[in-house]
């Protein structure tokens, strides 16, 4: 038996990837609780990623979705998730592994995560970056240039800044 050493990080990763799909399912089963609203981010290009080509030629590395007021067809698996949003107000289906998120954030309750590149089953080049959990400012997600909302009629017209929630 080779003495491979147990990595962590990886499952730590993948831990964190489990709160997100089990917060997702019961904003599935139950909606989006008083003033909850979730920022995903995640990689544009990654293996399973389906978004419309009109978004994927605007983000092409990374989007970070808003779930607030307008959704539909929130559908949750072990491997992802797909949603119905609107983007300058037209109506579209997005289909999204939890391998590919780079952030999961719940400013309403100071609460975010912060994901490596990869996930469960891929690697990563020099070992990747630390996964980080928390409340406050370690907590909010580093969006890159590409930052949509999406949601309501016209929320796809606005681009956000998370820093307005840092502390």
Do not use: C
């Not at 080779?2 to 904003?27: F, H, K, Q, S």
């Not at 907590?139 to 009629?153: F, H, L, N, Y």
């Amino acid at each position: 038996m080779a003495d491979t050493p147990l990595n962590y990080e990886i499952m730590v990763e993948d831990a964190m990837r489990g709160v997100a799909r089990e917060a997702l399912r019961e904003v599935a089963s139950r909606g989006l609780p008083g003033s909850h609203q979730i920022y995903i981010g995640f990689k544009t290009d990654a293996p399973g990623v389906e978004i419309p080509d009109h978004l994927r030629a605007q983000y092409p590395e990374e989007i970070t979705i808003v779930l607030e007021h307008q959704f539909w067809d929130l559908s949750v698996d072990e491997t992802g998730f797909s949603i119905g949003l609107a983007f300058g107000g037209k109506r579209e289906h997005l289909q999204v592994p939890f391998a590919a998120l780079t952030s999961f954030v719940d400013p309403s309750v100071d609460f975010g995560l912060q994901f490596a590149k990869a996930g469960k089953g891929e690697t990563r080049a020099g070992g990747g970056a630390q996964p980080k959990i928390g409340k406050g400012e370690g907590a909010q997600p580093k969006i890159g240039k590409a930052e949509a909302v999406a949601g309501g009629d016209g929320a796809g017209e606005k681009v956000v800044s998370l820093d307005k929630f840092r502390k």
